[in-house]
Nanobody
Framework: QVQLVESGGGLVQAGGSLRLSCAASGRTWSIYDMGWFRQAPGKEREFVADISSSGGVTNYGDSVKGRFTISRENGKNTVSLEMNSLKPEDTAVYYC???????????????????WGKGTLVTVSS
């Protein structure tokens, strides 16, 4: 069993930066791929980024590529999302997700994922 708790959301002006963190519990944390998704009001959930269990492979959604960076510290059971050059269209609830490692398959292309956090709200003002 893995429990995920996100933090770091808030209000920021366009062009600013935020760092989201996801703390995971569970002894088998290191075998899970981790990812971030987001959902804006009235829109479908969108893939943001994922990182393999080893931390060696990352993938990003097209809308955040070059601006966001995902990382993980397996020793601390955390995964982070560094968000730079934020835009109003980045406003959404951001969710952390964990899924048993599947080499070569980005979380964007998987079906249901094993675990989800409750989300943290990011609001970018223009």
């Amino acid at each position: 069993q893995v429990q995920l708790v996100e933090s770091g959301g808030g209000l920021v002006q366009a062009g600013g930066s935020l760092r989201l963190s996801c703390a995971a519990s569970g002894r088998t944390w290191s075998i899970y791929d981790m990812g971030w998704f987001r959902q804006a009001p009235g829109k479908e959930r969108e893939f943001v980024a994922d990182i393999s269990s080893s931390g060696g492979v990352t993938n990003y959604g097209d809308s955040v590529k070059g601006r966001f960076t995902i990382s993980r510290e397996n020793g601390k059971n955390t995964v982070s999302l560094e968000m730079n050059s934020l835009k109003p269209e980045d406003t959404a609830v951001y969710y952390c997700a964990a899924d048993r490692s599947r080499r070569g398959v980005t979380m964007r292309n998987r079906g249901s994922l094993n675990y989800w956090g409750k989300g943290t709200l990011v609001t970018v003002s223009s």
